[in-house]
């Protein structure tokens, strides 16, 4: 069985880095727009804040966490709004404070979790380390959001190998969110790992006819739907694998409206 503590950690220090980065921030930052719509800087990390409570909840309070999903079913076009909603309405040096602890706990949490045992989520089941992983990639593609509306270029690590892993493995889901039948046939996917040392990472048969290359950053990019495919180097090959470019997604819930190219008005 694969040992789970890598992704624990690099969840944990794809949170630091976030952190450095929001964590000196005047209060005018905090109410900076960011690219998605209505969501401030402040939006983004009460809504980390709210997901980390919940998944802590998933992993220590079966009873705490069943509510939640009430609320969820209750609302489900505004629960993960008002969440977010409800954080950015703190002082952020308290909303900061909250996001901290938070996801300390959660780290503590999972790395306690017994290995087989599968946490309750809004979805299907999960293990601890894929509901770290699932937890690492919305960090970063929130985080992208921050960057883009503080005009921050954030240096790629290796921790995206994780989010590419995830929107890989979601290729079927992007296509039945869309209404659409998944291929039969696997594809190849081939990214250029961001360390620069020419290392790729490959998922899929090596001789399958449906083909995406390109950098890592990029498809990562692609799949949190945080840039538009027209302003990236991902590649198709393959009539299959060029739909799923026009709707891959690596998170669960409706892909919303996406980017639009850079350059493009109205």
Do not use: N
């Not at 992704?7 to 944990?12: A, H, K, S």
């Not at 380390?129 to 503080?150: C, K, P």
């Not at 083909?211 to 180097?233: E, I, Q, Y």
């Amino acid at each position: 069985m694969t040992d789970p503590t890598p992704v624990f950690d690099d969840l944990r220090d794809e949170s630091e880095e976030l952190d450095r980065l929001v964590g000196e921030l005047s209060e005018d930052a905090w109410a900076l727009a960011t690219p998605a719509a209505g969501w401030t800087v402040a939006h983004q990390i009460a809504h980390l804040a709210w997901t980390d409570r919940s998944a802590l909840l998933a992993a220590t309070d079966l009873e705490g966490f069943g509510a939640e999903v009430e609320k969820a079913l209750a609302a489900p076009d505004r629960f993960v709004d008002e969440g977010a909603e409800e954080g950015a309405g703190l002082p952020p040096a308290r909303l900061l404070a909250e996001w901290r602890a938070g996801r300390d706990a959660l780290h503590k949490a999972l790395c306690s979790t017994p290995r087989g045992v599968r946490l309750p989520w809004y979805g299907p089941p999960m293990s601890a380390a894929s509901m770290a992983t699932a937890r690492l990639m919305e960090t970063w593609a929130h985080g992208q959001d921050i960057a883009d509306a503080l005009h921050v270029t954030r240096p790629p690590t290796d921790r995206l190998r994780h989010v590419a892993r995830i929107g890989v493995r979601a290729r079927d889901f992007a296509f039945g969110v869309q209404g659409l039948s998944a291929p039969e046939e696997e594809f190849r996917v081939e990214l250029t790992a961001p360390s620069g040392d020419g290392t790729l990472w490959t998922y899929g048969p090596e001789d399958a006819a449906q083909r995406v290359t390109g950098p890592a950053l990029d498809f990562c990019l692609l799949v949190t739907r945080r840039a538009h495919r027209a302003d990236l180097a991902v590649r198709a090959q393959g009539a299959d694998a060029d739909r799923w470019l026009d709707i891959a997604q690596a998170f669960a819930g409706p892909p919303g409206t996406g980017r639009a190219p850079k350059g493009a008005t109205g």
